[in-house]
């Protein structure tokens, strides 16, 4: 039989966690012949509800879901886990602002980067959901200095499917003729939608589209998308949050489609203008190993790189109001 997949999930009883895990259990990340051992971790006064959502994955009588783990300590959660899902953090109350909540969250990251590094396998690749994505990554990876910087990335592929499934409304093409999307930067209201070098079928999209729409109804409402949700449906995105983590480790651990790429923040190496040593989302191309690749030489627009200067320094601020929980 295949060795099991450990996968963990923080925040599991939240509600990206609820519909995070049943597709991860019946195999949408990994396919349907790799078995799965699912751990997951919550705070203790989450327990309850968790062994609830534990119930049901049991009612689902999923073949590939090998076991479960159920803790609220992170070196049970982390230990040997092959694939980390941090979702676990404390939503953004009325009156917090962004660096309010940073110090409300960074504790985490700080406390789930040392147990990543101390018990998790030595092929542990880590996606941070939980916001603010970018800088909860970049806490976690800075305290774990035995873990290679590149297995630490943070989330902005929801905005990237937000993008892309906007273009296509637009344009009435299938989604899937969509090449070539990128979102730019931080996973905030500085993101960089950017559809300069996308595609549809062999015409590019900015020429079917316009820079008008580009710019006053397309980047507003990708921007916008999170905000609007929570407006419609009372409760920030679940569903196409977890679908968009699946994703995003779907294409790392199997690999993005020919002549595409997907968006993924990952550590800074300054390309694009990008400053170092922030996790900045970047177009990558996975070849299927596990890996990925920044792609390179991509002529960018002057108005996308003034945007990429100010997401770089939002992240910059953002890095400088957690300087003093930075590990190595
Ligand atoms: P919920 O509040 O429903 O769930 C969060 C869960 O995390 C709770 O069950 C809580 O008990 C748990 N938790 C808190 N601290 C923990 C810790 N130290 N260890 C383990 N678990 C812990 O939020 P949910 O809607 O599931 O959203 C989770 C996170 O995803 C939030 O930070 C949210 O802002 C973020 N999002 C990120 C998105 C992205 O595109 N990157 C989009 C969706 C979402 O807004």
């Known amino acids: 039989m295949t060795t099991p997949i450990t996968i963990t999930v923080t925040g599991a009883a939240g ?4 519909s995070l895990l049943f597709r991860i259990a019946n195999g949408d990340i990994f396919g349907p012949k790799q078995p799965i051992i699912l751990k997951m971790l919550e705070i203790p006064a989450a327990m309850g509800v968790l062994e609830g959502v534990a119930m049901e994955l049991t009612d689902c009588a999923f073949p590939l879901l090998h076991d479960m783990v159920l803790t609220d300590d992170p070196k049970v959660a982390f ?27 960074a504790p985490i990251f700080v406390e789930q980067g040392k147990a990543i590094n101390n018990y998790a396998a030595s092929d542990i690749r880590v996606l941070v959901v939980g916001n603010p994505v970018n800088t909860n990554a970049l806490i976690a990876m800075s305290h774990a200095p035995d873990v290679p910087r590149e297995r630490f990335t943070a989330m902005t592929r929801l905005d990237h499917n937000r993008a892309i499934s906007q273009l296509a409304r637009k344009t009435g093409a299938n989604v899937a003729d969509i090449y070539r999307m990128i979102i730019w930067g931080n996973h905030s209201n500085t993101m960089v939608p950017d559809i300069s070098h996308c595609r549809i079928g062999r015409r590019k999209a900015l020429n079917l589209v316009g820079k008008r729409w580009y710019k006053k109804e397309f980047v507003p409402t990708v921007v916008g998308r999170g905000a609007a949700v929570i407006k419609a449906r009372g409760a920030s995105s679940a ?52 890996t990925y690749q920044i792609v390179e030489g ?8 003034a945007g990429i200067q100010a997401t770089g320094e939002e992240l910059l601020a953002e890095r400088a109001v957690v300087a003093d929980l930075l590990g190595s």
């Open 15 to 18: 509600q990206i966690g609820y």
């Open 79 to 105: 230990d040997g886990a092959n694939w980390a899902i941090l979702v676990g953090a404390f939503p953004r109350k009325a009156g917090m602002d962004r660096s309010d909540l940073l110090g409300r969250n």
């Open 239 to 290: 569903a196409s949050a977890a679908n968009a983590a699946i994703d995003h480790v779907r294409n790392w651990a199997l690999g993005t489609r020919k002549g595409d790429w997907v968006s993924m923040a990952v550590p800074s190496d300054g390309a694009y203008g990008a400053p170092k040593g922030v996790i900045f989302s970047f177009p990558c191309v996975c070849p299927g190993d596990g």
């Open 298 to 305: 991509l002529k960018v627009d002057p108005e996308i790189q």
